[in-house]
């Protein structure tokens, strides 16, 4: 499904992946199977859904694949997710802080 939307699963991540569904590092499963053809009928590559050329648009595009980048070391870190262009129009007074951030994540742990 990942693959439909966000393209090829990189060749290093699908060789270390121990699973039936993957065979010398690629992504291998039957698109003939009941959930092969869901996939295939309802997975849409992430740009289809953008239907609109203005500028929030893409950026909310922008920022949705840096989110959803296969790799760790290459996909947003959440600092720089929250600095993203695309909440530049959010008032400063109404923008998450350094403190709220940490906040949180000391509540989390």
Known sequence: MMERILGPIPYRMGR??????????????????????YVRENCKPLRSYQTSSDEDHRL??????????YEPGQRISLSEALRHPF?????????LGDDHRERSHSLSR
């Open 16 to 37: 270390k992946t121990r699973t039936k569904y993957f065979y010398h590092g690629k992504l291998d499963w039957d698109e003939k199977s009941s959930a092969g053809r």
């Open 60 to 69: 909310l595009f922008d920022l949705i694949t840096k989110m959803l980048e």
């Open 87 to 95: 909440f530049e129009k959010i008032p400063p007074h109404q923008r």
